[in-house]
């Protein structure tokens, strides 16, 4: 293996939304930084089921709605 062609791997901290941290191996960063999460599992609404935008109605509701009264000539 060729030598100083890697990234060099050493341990940083993650802070997740919530306050709580933890150590894990990376090359992101500097050996001891620390990286200030902006979404995580436990904020983000993939994860946590909030957020999500109910539909109004389904398909024939809204072709109805897109066009209304296309062929009635009442």
Known sequence: MKKDI?????????TMTDGTSFK???TW????DTMQL??????HPAWT????KLMEGGQLSRFSK????FGNTK
């Open 6 to 14: 890697h990234p060099q791997y050493h341990e940083i901290t993650v």
């Open 24 to 26: 894990t191996r990376t």
């Open 29 to 32: 960063g500097k050996p001891g």
């Open 38 to 43: 902006e979404s995580d599992p436990k904020s």
């Open 49 to 52: 089921g909030a957020g999500h």
């Open 66 to 69: 897109r066009f209304g009264n």
